[in-house]
């Protein structure tokens, strides 16, 4: 069974900086597209970068230049560095594992509070 965990969300101020971490079990970690999506109150869920198994990144236009996805095959983890820290970026994040033609995962979701 697919499991993920996300970790790392909290307050921050604007122009700061977080890490968020997921840590996947129960697969073979290296051949899935790992993906952060995020969803603000009211808004639908949106995602903000993936990686797939060779390592291609791709990112949502709003995060390009401030965040970074990034995945470790070894320890099974997948993060998302997260720099110039916006308002806008206030959300839930998840984490999400994909393996088509199987059924995606997603992580509980973490809080990201971006606020002075």
């Known amino acids: 069974q697919v499991q993920l965990v996300e970790s790392g969300g909290g307050l921050v101020q604007p122009g700061g900086s977080l890490r968020l971490s997921c840590a996947a079990s129960?697969?073979?970690?290296?051949?899935?597209?790992m993906g952060w999506y995020r969803q603000a109150p009211g808004k639908q869920r949106e995602l903000v970068a993936s990686i797939t198994s060779g390592g291609t990144t791709n990112y949502a236009d709003s995060v390009k230049g401030r965040f970074t996805i990034s995945r470790d095959n070894a320890k099974n983890m997948v993060y998302l560095q997260m720099n110039s820290l916006k308002p806008e970026d206030t959300a839930v994040y998840y984490c999400?594992?994909?393996?088509?033609?199987?059924?995606?995962?997603w992580g509980q979701g973490t809080q990201v509070t971006v606020s002075s």
């Open positions: 999400n594992a994909r393996l088509p033609p199987t059924p995606e995962t």
């Open positions: 129960g697969m073979i970690f290296s051949i899935y597209r």
